[in-house]
Nanobody, 116 residues
């Protein structure tokens, strides 16, 4: 199983980024997916998750509701995180997670820095 994140970078407060996570080695459409983040000195936390299949069910951390949107494209084996109205407190390494039947799989992470 391989998860490859991309799309991170540096942006000013109020800006936007879209993260992508390309998955291989799993039956993607059957797999719930999620985005997590970890800031320096803090624990990794859930940002957003999306159900398997068409992704009709999603869940967000309170801190990102209304600003972030998770989506999936099963034809491309890819999950996205659209991040708008970014704040300095969104600065972190963002990780993609695939919830397999027996274990979870993680990507290597992509850095997001929000600073003026």
């Amino acid at each position: 199983v391989q998860l490859v994140e991309s799309g991170g970078g540096s942006v000013q407060p109020g800006g936007s980024l879209r993260l992508s996570c390309a998955a291989s080695g799993i039956i993607f459409s059957f797999t719930p997916m999620g985005w997590y983040r970890q800031a320096p000195g803090k624990q990794r936390e859930l940002v957003a998750s999306v159900s398997s299949g068409s992704g009709g069910s999603s869940n967000y951390a309170d801190s990102v509701k209304g600003r972030f949107t998770i989506s999936r494209d099963n034809a491309k084996n890819t999950v996205y995180l659209q991040m708008n109205s970014l704040k300095p407190e969104d600065t972190a390494v963002y990780y993609c997670k695939a919830s397999g039947s027996y274990k979870d799989y993680w990507g290597q992470g992509t850095q997001v820095t929000v600073s003026s």
